[in-house]
């Protein structure tokens, strides 16, 4: 199975901060990767797909770069609305498997 | 407008079975792969199965392999799991997910609201 190794665990920005989050993953997964955010209480929201295209509707401050092994998530510029829970989720092999996932507060 | 009603969760002994569902509307159901995502209290997510168009062709995570069951029916446009010999650790809300596109990918851009699962004595 493909392992992912998503960091940090949990980090806390500035109003304005950019921020970013790594995931790691055990073997190429050829971009095959999606980026979600969870609020509390609320179902996983789809941000980025195919490791860099913006899904419909989030907002541009939202990025996602990277290739076969080490992919990022970034967010130019933290809104107060931005806190949550982000997971990467390789889409390349089953059986599919999440980031641990990275717990980002307001500062 | 997409939307998917899980339904069917609740408190279920050890080693009993269960079976949830998933209504979905607003889009051609026989269009999609569709899955189950679960996440326990207070936990991360994770993927529990997948399953093609038709439903010929399933896809199960390492802990659910052999005891959970993913099918659909597609004239009644609904997603099922049929969980046997539950254990306390698939105590979770289970969620059902649909891509954001007609071919298996990991991009769920449709989500239910989840129906949770307590598996207790």
């Known amino acids: 199975d493909i392992q992912m190794t998503q960091s940090p665990p949990s980090l806390s920005a500035s109003l304005g901060e950019t921020v970013s989050i790594e995931c790691r993953a055990s073997e190429d997964i050829y971009s095959n990767l999606a980026w979600y955010q969870q609020k509390s209480g609320k179902s996983p929201q789809l941000l980025i797909y195919?490791?860099?295209s913006l899904q419909d509707g989030v907002p541009s401050r939202f990025s996602g770069s990277g290739s076969g092994t080490q992919y990022s998530l970034k967010i130019s510029g933290m809104q107060p609305e931005d806190e949550g829970v982000y997971y990467c989720l390789q889409g390349s092999k089953y059986p599919y498997t999440f980031g641990a996932g990275t717990k980002l507060e307001l500062k | 407008e997409v939307q998917l009603v899980e339904s069917g969760g609740g408190l279920v002994q050890p080693g009993r079975s269960m079976k949830l569902s998933c209504a979905a509307s607003g889009f051609t159901f026989s269009d999609y792969y569709m899955a189950w995502v679960r996440q326990a209290p207070k936990k991360g997510l994770e993927w529990v199965a997948s399953i093609s168009y038709e439903g010929s062709s399933t896809y199960y995570g390492d802990s659910v392999k052999g005891r959970f069951t993913i099918s659909r029916d597609n004239a009644k446009s609904t997603l099922y799991l049929q969980m046997n010999s539950l254990r306390s650790e698939d105590t979770a809300t289970y969620y059902c997910?649909?891509?954001?596109?007609?071919?298996?990918?990991?991009?769920?851009?449709?989500w239910g609201q989840g129906t949770l699962v307590t598996v207790s004595s």
């Open positions: 997910a649909r891509p954001s596109v007609y071919y298996p990918a990991g991009w769920f851009a449709y």
């Open positions: 195919y490791a860099s």
